[in-house]
């Protein structure tokens, strides 16, 4: 329970942290909560879709690869390339 607590802080920092950017440059909001609800809610399914089926494989693994995937995903941000 305590995972699924501090997994649900960190996703709710970023959220705070989109907010602001998206203050920042004025995005207008309705298009910005519609597109950041359908983007949430697909890979959120995804998600749970890949953990149900991927979950007895990569059981002891999956921290490591998400973690791997996470590191990939700063690299290409800080490279420019997202």
């Known amino acids: 329970m305590l995972a699924l607590l501090l997994v649900a ?5 970023n959220s705070l942290v989109v907010g602001f ?3 920042a440059y004025r995005a207008p909001l309705v298009p910005s909560v519609a597109i950041i609800a359908i ?10 879709e890949l953990g149900a089926r991927l979950g007895a494989r990569v059981e002891r693994r999956s921290e490591l690869l998400s ?6 995903v700063g690299l ?5 390339l997202l």
Do not use: E, P, Q
Not at 67 to 72: A, Q, R, S
Not at 76 to 80: C, M, N, P, Q, V
């Open 76 to 80: 290409a941000i800080l490279t420019g």
């Open 9 to 13: 802080g960190s996703v709710g920092l």
């Open 67 to 72: 973690g791997i995937v996470l590191i990939g």
């Open 39 to 48: 983007v949430g809610v697909g890979l959120s399914l995804l998600g749970l």
């Open 21 to 23: 950017a998206l203050g």
